[in-house]
């Protein structure tokens, strides 16, 4: 590549030295003198010094073709990248396109990929920028993947580089993996501080007496803030990963980053308590028991205080509590997975009539006509749970607002624990979470919750 470059450069050079030669006098100028023998001579050398340059650079280019096609029936991967010569815009052949990568038989079932070959793309990546592997570095240059060092480059102890394969894979099962982040209203910031404008009141039509003047209303606004924080989770993964397979390397730094954050998120905008490990977030079932928001709270009848004794009347309460803009537009419950469990799904099958078909069949995750979202944050035991939040209900994305400031970064170090043989997997983001619509004292909100009783 370096020498085809260097061709090129030089025959730009010569072709620069022969227009200069033969170029004519400036309009409005005297001519330019007949050219001499010398200059003849000179520019015979350049034209026959541009054939050979033309060949070399021929040459070559059909070599890197070659090369390109016989690696990928080698391969027995995605078709190498095609091939363009200066004097036209005709692509030089290629082997057709393929199906896989190689090698794609020797990994366990991925769990974080969608594909062998979106997995293998990443684990080059990391082979690449990591261990220097020649051979790797090749195979991404070839095929359109990135391995060249970003966001800081290198740190003192060698090797922290960011991985934009294995990142933009971890920003999809985050998304995927997470309750909140799936159902809150997302937006992303563009500074470290954003602020919402949130409609407060609105417009009132009055009756009017004869002969007197209406009474005026306005649209009335607020702010709501947020502020991104930086969030974080490193990982350690065995190098021999590397050398067994790069597909099972990079699929499993996926999945352990992604849940990792998908977790941290769920528990900070359902339950977080405001306090420093949480960044000061407060989340909504925190925040809808803290008694300024009594008008969406239902508490459970008297008696019902564990997921067990709760029955369909404190459910249904829950459903005519919330206001009919939330209701019709993505209302869905939030509950844990043994609270889910221990009530829901027991009150549907005693609905049921306990039959076989029925007990065998299971249930979707429908309560009411609702979805029924698992949050395994939230209340999850089946004993001691009076006074606390046993679910949600409403439009999530009413009432709260995640501010992505930042995606998943990842960056991979393998220095920082080799005498364990160990690569580090750092991966950060930046986040703000507010729960700002959760109703009042008098006036229920987007998301209504039902409380264990006493």
């Known amino acids: ?61 059909r070599v890197q073709a070659k090369e390109l096609e016989l690696r990928a029936v080698l391969e027995r991967g995605a078709p190498a990248k095609k091939v363009q010569t200066p004097e ?12 896989r990568v190689i090698p794609v038989n020797n990994h366990r079932p991925l769990r974080a990929f969608r594909s062998a070959e979106t997995a293998y793309r990443a684990g080059m990546s990391v082979r690449a920028t990591l261990f220097g592997d020649a051979e790797a570095r090749r195979w991404c240059d070839d095929h359109g993947v990135e391995t060249r060092a970003q966001a800081g480059g290198i740190n003192s102890l060698g090797g922290v580089l960011t991985n934009p394969e294995l990142s933009t894979e971890i920003i999809r099962l985050v998304e995927e993996f997470g309750a909140y982040q799936a159902n809150a209203r997302v937006v992303t910031m563009n500074s470290d501080t954003l602020l919402i404008a949130r409609r407060t009141g609105g417009l009132s039509a009055r009756a009017i007496g004869e002969n007197a003047a209406p009474l005026t209303s306005d649209v009335t606004f ?22 067994d397979s790069v597909i099972d390397l990079v699929d499993a730094m996926a999945v352990e980053v992604a849940q990792a954050f998908a977790e941290t998120y769920d528990r900070v905008g359902f339950v977080g308590t405001g306090a420093g490990t949480d960044h000061g977030i407060t989340g909504v079932a925190t925040a809808i028991n803290d008694g300024t928001h009594s008008a969406s709270v239902v508490t459970a009848d008297t008696g ?29 419950w939030y509950i844990s997975p043994s609270g889910y469990g221990a009530s829901m799904l027991r009150l549907m099958m005693a609905a ?13 995750l429908q309560f009411l006509g609702f979805p029924v979202v698992l949050v395994h944050p939230m209340v999850s035991a089946l004993t001691g749970t ?3 939040i046993a679910c949600l209900f409403g439009d999530l994305s009413q009432a709260v607002t995640m501010g992505i400031r930042r995606e998943v970064s990842v960056k991979t170090d393998a220095s920082r624990f080799v005498e364990y043989d160990q690569l580090l997997t750092f991966a950060t983001a930046r986040m703000a979470s507010v729960a700002h619509d959760l109703g009042s004292t008098t006036v229920a909100g987007p998301i209504v919750a039902l409380k264990f009783n006493a």
């Open 1 to 61: 590549m370096d020498k085809l470059k260097a061709l090129l450069e030089e025959l730009a050079a010569v072709v620069a030295e022969m227009e200069a030669m033969t170029e004519d006098a400036p309009e409005g100028e005297a001519p330019a003198e007949p050219m001499t023998e010398e200059q003849e001579a000179s520019l015979r050398s350049l034209e026959t010094k541009a054939d050979k340059l033309r060949e070399r650079i021929e040459f070559l280019q």
């Open 88 to 99: 036209t815009t005709e692509e030089a052949p290629v082997v057709e396109s393929r199906s």
């Open 222 to 243: 607020d702010n709501v803030q947020l502020v991104a924080k930086l969030w974080g989770v490193d990982n350690r993964v065995p190098v021999s990963l590397v050398e």
């Open 304 to 332: 019902n205080n564990t997921f067990a004794t709760l029955d369909l009347l404190d459910y249904t309460n829950v459903v005519a509590k919330l206001p009919l803009y939330a209701r019709n537009r993505n209302a869905k």
């Open 352 to 364: 049921s009539g306990n039959n076989q078909a029925d007990v065998a069949g299971g249930a979707n």
């Open 386 to 388: 009076a006074n606390q």
